[in-house]
């Protein structure tokens, strides 16, 4: 599940359809007028607020800010494709991979899948790992399969 984020806003083209997808991934909605929805990620900690943008209508932040990426765990993150299939929302490829399965990056100590919202948002479950003294150095991205044979040599 998702464990952490601190702030984050998106410009999103129908509001109550965009709060649905969000109720989805298990976020709680914390305030809302007219035009903006705010949910809490960490209840009192970290929120995400959804702008709805119709024509005419100018927010006072920059649209093209539209990726987020959610905190979840290492074992969370080896299942989180079937998580985000169950409810409907299929993950994306990412960086040249063809594959929309979770991915390492040892140098960068992380581990990643992405998907989208229904306004094309780019959103990424990312969770931290441990890497070894001797694969910090390592370039590229590596499923969860080929990561565990690496710790194991």
Same mark, same amino acid.
């Given at each position: 599940?998702?464990?952490?984020?601190? !702030?984050? @806003?998106?410009?999103?083209? +129908?509001?109550?359809?965009?709060? !649905?997808?969000?109720?989805?991934?298990?976020? *709680?909605? $914390?305030?809302?007028?007219? @035009? $903006?929805?705010?949910?809490?990620?960490?209840?009192? #900690? %970290?929120?995400?607020?959804?702008?709805?943008? #119709? #024509?005419?209508?100018?927010?006072?932040? @920059?649209?093209?800010?539209? @990726?987020?990426?959610?905190? /979840?765990?290492?074992?969370?993150? =080896?299942?989180?494709?079937?998580?985000?299939?169950?409810?409907?929302?299929?993950?994306?490829?990412?960086?040249?991979? *063809? %594959? /929309?399965?979770?991915?390492?990056?040892?140098?960068?100590? +992380?581990?990643? /899948?992405?998907?989208?919202?229904?306004?094309? +948002?780019?959103? !990424?479950?990312?969770?931290?790992?441990?890497?070894?003294?001797?694969? =910090?150095? /390592?370039?590229?991205k590596f499923s969860? *399969?080929?990561?565990?044979?690496?710790? #194991? =040599?």
């Open positions: 599940m998702i464990l952490g984020l601190y !702030e984050a @806003h998106l410009p999103v083209q +129908n509001l109550e359809s965009s709060i !649905e997808f969000y109720q989805r991934l298990g976020l *709680e909605m $914390t305030w809302r007028d007219e @035009h $903006t929805a705010f949910f809490w990620i960490e209840k009192e #900690k %970290s929120w995400l607020g959804l702008w709805e943008s #119709k #024509k005419n209508v100018q927010y006072p932040y @920059h649209p093209s800010i539209r @990726h987020i990426a959610f905190r /979840v765990s290492y074992d969370f993150m =080896k299942y989180s494709v079937e998580w985000l299939r169950e409810r409907d929302i299929e993950p994306v490829p990412f960086g040249g991979r *063809e %594959s /929309v399965d979770p991915f390492v990056r040892p140098h960068q100590g +992380n581990a990643s /899948v992405y998907f989208h919202d229904i306004d094309g +948002n780019s959103l !990424e479950f990312m969770c931290f790992i441990d890497v070894p003294e001797q694969l =910090k150095q /390592v370039e590229g969860f *399969e080929e990561w565990e044979q690496m710790l #194991k =040599k």
